[in-house]
């Protein structure tokens, strides 16, 4: 018990050096672009252009990045749950049936590595908007390394768990949803993590070409207007979003993977 | 309770299990005896129909065992608890297997009482990673017993513990067993012959490459003693000399084959 409590506090210490350390890293890294910049104007200003101007740029459009951020998450939540959800599922109902995998392997051995920015120009010919070809992209972009994982994750489960459940007369749903999910969990997670950082390159890269709002779409037509400082604000508030979407994905799963690490 | 008629098992060509044929009575505790690699956790797979024979049948209550039945309740070395759900959660999920009929909160209920009965109070809402070794198999046997099982299987539960606790778990599975009046059948796994003297009414032992049964003893005393006095008693001393001797035979055996195997070839 007491071991636990203090495995705990280490944990809590050792997270809280870490954000301690990037923090001072991404200083650092802020102060260096400053001098480089606004102080020595050492970089092209034009392509550069200081803090002094990201900033206040930044602060100006805040509601032109509010309303880019809302648009992105309109397309990327519901793509990026379907594509979990939808990976998942496949996953486990191929990877329970051992023959249905082993005839539909060759094929997803064949898709999985297609890259999803490959298929937008297909994806707009054949979808009627672009909401849904977007969607569609960012989807596959999701669902593949979700159920190359889930697969992965019902394939190395424990056999012992599964004599523990035949042994507990286990069947159907109640031997899905309280052992061979949970028991995928720690692969599954892996592979919503890839997934998820796969969602946000192929979100950006869908905005850039013929979406109306959106953050990757605030960058692509200051781009093109050559407002550069309006450029890195929209880059750096991305990133901002991502980071806390990245921390809230961090969050839950160390809540649902709360048994792995102290098996 | 359970029979088995020259029982084969064999993975690849080689033999595991070889014409084993054996019954277990209603109400006996079997202590399946033997060195590491005989086969008597393959042997109590196939009773939990875990595994099927290659040959040969296994009847449990009468019934042909063909995959895991009812009848049975399974305790392993240290996985019986799946480590994402509560140990409360784990006994209930087992008990809704059990009585699809009972309502949830009937469920919680009977886990609580099962927990408390091997003296598992406080411990409904923890991991079974909290736990250690010995509460996590006092769970596994309370999980095991709260289910109307007529058969209680045990692959070598206690072989991870420290003495004190081996002892204690010990004195609860005998408990178990007796207030159970002759209910409960009981295969329990070991290779410790004093665990099989104090808690086996019955005693086999599996000879080697390929498992076989080699003996199989009545317990003289089954149980009328106390573990302090077990030892003075003359006939289970005789009996723990008596299955010592069998169990070293066999050892030299296996031994004696890779001696020659070697001589065989020059060293």
Redo the contacts between chains.
Sequence with gaps: ?NN?EFEQKKAKRDRRTAAIGATAVFAVLTALYAVLTDLTHVLDPVLFPGLGVILPEMARSSGELLKGFLYSMRLLIPSLAAGILAGVACGLAVGMHPKVKLVLMPLFRALNPVPPTMLIPYAIAVLPSFWLSSAVIIFLGVFWPVLMSTLHGVVML?P??I??A?????TGR?LVF??IL??A?PQIFAGIGSGLIFSFILLTVAEMFGAKAGMGFYVQYYADFAEYGKVLGGILFLSVVVILLMTIFDRIQRRVL???N?? | MIECRNLTVAFQNKTILDRINLGVADGAFLCLLGQSGCGKSTLL?TF???LKPTSGEVFVDGKAVD??E?A???V?QD??L????TTGKNLM??L???FPQKSKAEIRNLAESYLEMVGLGGVFNQ?P??LSGGMRQRAAIARAIATPSKVLLMDEPFGALDPVNRAMLQDLVRELHRDSHGARTVVFVTHDVDEALYLGTEIAVLGSSPGRVIALEKNPVSRQLPREKLFENESVISLQRKIMDIYRSDMNEKLNLRESFHSGNGI
């Design positions: 018990m636990r424990e012992r768990w004599d523990n035949r042994c507990l007369q286990l109640k309280k052992v949970p028991g969990m709360y048994w792995t102290k098996r | 797979r939990a129909g875990l995959g895991p009812k049975c309740s399974v392993f996985y019986s799946f480590p994402w759900m999920l087992a809704t297997a059990s991991y990673a909290a």
